[in-house]
């Protein structure tokens, strides 16, 4: 899910507030808040001056205290001086209620009681009760913008991150404000230039390391052919044989690096993908199924593609070799298979690891570990992808996806 921190962030602070509101609406609503006892005591005594005195009918003294009381919110009863109820503008009590703490009683001087007691229930204010919700509302739709402007910042910083796993070493972060996430995305620039660096200290040593192995590799090759017949015959053999392995070694080194160090340097051209790989299984005796299917690409590189795919079947794998193409709407698949008896699960996801060889392949059989990494490379440089399949048939299968 898109901004999913966006929306938790977001969501638990419109939570916090409606959570809020609604304690505080049920708070106000539960909570009674009795009249001082100041104002209750001042009332009893009022009450006692204004009505009639105790030698007038109860009646009399029932019609004057109700008259008195009507507008009163505070529930009030009036009784004789032998307890006996005179009128009340709420409920009745006994005479252990009347003794609680929270009910006042004004005994007056002829003796007669008066007891007030807080009202039980307050008017309910639904007004004060909607204006927390409409203000936990517009909090809300406040923190919405300023939820999102945090989170945008930890999206680039994800985007940035995502670029750089892709190989894009030049991607870096505004840095604005002095908050952590400005202090991440310095963090961020400051690692990034450094794995740049690094990178291309390594690309520049392995080209030059690879550049200056030619120098003496020519010298060997001259003195072999110098030697001619004053060699035995295996020394010449096996010294031909290894100039040609540090040859084809150091060929492929500088060709990795060159790929690293430009890696969008291509010099495309509409190429025929069938009469390419039927030049190119010429020498393995390999198949060619499929249509003439023209690709852009790099030719140089295409056919080193090929060539490494063919050469690591040849090798590893059994005859007969087999190149089918295939195309849809807008990729070309190229399937280069053998029939040998395929590769060890565990080596599978390793196989396109630079100088990566399969457990128990002897040494002299050739290969350095960077054919099947350069035609990932070179897939890769195309806007392709190649994978390892088990053919059905039995062997191997290289699949490589390019775009037309």
């Not at 008017?123 to 909090?139: C, D, M, R």
């Amino acid at each position: 899910m898109r901004h999913k921190l966006y929306w938790q962030i977001y969501f638990t602070v419109v939570s916090s507030l409606a959570l809020f509101a609604i304690l505080a609406g049920l708070l106000y609503q539960l909570h009674d808040d009795p009249p001082p006892k100041r104002l209750l005591h001042g009332t009893a005594n009022l009450l006692a001056a204004a009505l009639p005195p105790a030698s007038a009918p109860i009646a009399e003294q029932a019609t004057a205290f109700t008259k008195l009381t009507q507008e009163f919110d505070v529930p009030i009863s009036f009784y004789t001086a032998n307890g006996q109820l005179i009128a009340s503008t709420g409920d009745t009590l006994n005479e252990p209620e009347r003794r609680k703490p929270r009910f006042i009683q004004l005994r007056m001087p002829d003796q007669r009681l008066l007891t007030l007691s807080p009202p039980r229930h307050r008017e309910k204010n639904f007004g004060l009760l909607g204006s927390f919700v409409l203000l936990a509302l517009a909090v809300a739709i406040g923190a919405l913008p300023l939820t999102r402007k945090l989170t945008r910042r930890l999206e680039a910083l994800a985007n940035q991150l995502d670029a750089l796993a892709e190989g894009d070493f030049s991607a870096r972060l505004p840095v604005r404000g002095k908050d952590e996430v400005s202090r991440l995305s310095s963090r961020f620039n400051h690692a990034a230039e450094q794995i740049a660096e690094l990178l291309d200290a390594h690309k520049n040593l392995l080209a030059h390391a690879s550049h200056e192995l030619r120098s003496p590799l020519a010298r060997l090759q001259m003195a072999a052919t110098l030697l001619g017949e004053h060699a035995p015959a295996h020394l010449q053999t096996e010294l031909s044989q290894n100039i040609n392995e540090l040859n084809e070694l150091v060929e492929e080194i500088l060709l990795m690096s060159r790929l690293d160090a430009k890696p969008t340097s291509l010099q495309t051209q509409s190429i025929n993908l069938l009469e390419l790989c039927q030049i190119e299984a010429a020498p393995y005796q390999a198949s060619v199924e499929g249509q003439n299917t023209y690709i852009d690409a790099d030719p140089r590189l295409l056919k080193r593609l090929v060539r490494n795919l063919l050469e690591n079947a040849a090798r590893y794998g059994l005859a007969p070799l087999s190149i089918h193409i295939s195309q849809t709407a807008g990729n070309v698949c190229l399937s280069i298979c053998d029939q040998g008896k395929g590769i060890a699960a565990a080596a599978q996801p390793h196989l396109f690891e630079p100088f990566y060889r399969p457990p128990g392949t002897p040494e002299g059989k050739g290969g350095h570990g960077l054919g099947l990494a350069l035609v990932k490379r070179i897939a890769e440089h195309h806007g392709g992808s190649v994978e390892y399949q088990a053919s059905l048939e039995g062997g191997s299968c290289f699949k490589v996806n390019l775009k037309k």
